[in-house]
């Protein structure tokens, strides 16, 4: 009869247990890494200048020496008061918002291991969170054709009582040069290119900054 290790054998007492995580966050007001950790040597070991995670110096290895951290966890910092700060114009990226909505639910699909064909329930969920993305964008810019075009540059533009309570269409009234409805159309036309533009730089902007950072590499699979 073969040998049957002893559930506490000495091999299976000694084998590394897996590494534990404290995580501490500041509140609103904000507080340095350093603070955080009551330690005056940290290191920054994921995120960039806006928001990171950090860690104490002596820490910074620890996924390479789990032995040393038996009985304890290991201690990092969440900071991210930058994210609140800045100028106005970080107002803009509640453009963005019904698209973040879809995104999630993007990333909500079950999750399909590696190797195995996606079934056609997956599929289909991931096919219509893109047409709800696609629908939501045309959506905002038939929006914006809608104002621009429409109600300002072929019906108030075109009369003259409305130009007339409204000086800042004064150059677009009949009989001036850009009173001629093509003209007037064609300057509108701008308005949603433009919101096109900034919807484009804003998106890019935010999947240069995060969702195209590659992250960590596993130690234990490296």
Not at 54 to 72: I, L, M, Q, S, V
Not at 105 to 111: D, V, Y
């Amino acid at each position: 009869m073969p040998d049957i290790p002893h559930p506490l054998a000495p091999e299976l007492q000694a084998a590394p247990r897996p590494l534990g995580l404290e995580l501490r966050v500041h509140g609103v007001h904000g507080a340095s890494p350093e603070r955080l950790l009551d330690d005056p040597r940290t290191v920054r070991v994921t995120g960039d200048a806006t928001a990171a995670v950090f860690r104490r110096t002596a820490d910074a290895d620890a996924e390479a020496h789990p032995e040393r951290y038996a009985g304890r966890p290991v201690v990092e910092a969440y900071c991210w008061s930058r994210l609140t700060s800045g100028n106005g114009s970080r107002a803009l990226w509640l453009l963005l918002l019904p698209f973040m909505v879809v995104n999630l639910a993007h990333w909500a699909r079950p999750a399909v291991p590696d190797g195995l064909p996606q079934p056609r329930a997956v599929r289909t969920y991931g096919l219509l969170v893109r047409i709800i993305a696609l629908s939501l964008t045309l959506l905002l810019i038939a929006a914006a054709c809608e104002v621009a075009l429409d109600l300002l540059a072929w019906q108030c533009a075109g009369s003259h009582p409305c130009t007339r309570s409204r000086p800042w269409l004064h150059f677009a009234e009949p009989g001036r040069w850009w009173g001629q409805p093509g003209r007037r159309l064609a300057l509108a036309a701008l308005v949603p290119a433009a919101l096109t533009g900034l919807l484009w730089f804003l998106s890019n902007r935010t999947w240069s900054a995060y969702e195209s950072q590659t992250p960590p590499a596993d130690h234990e699979n490296g």
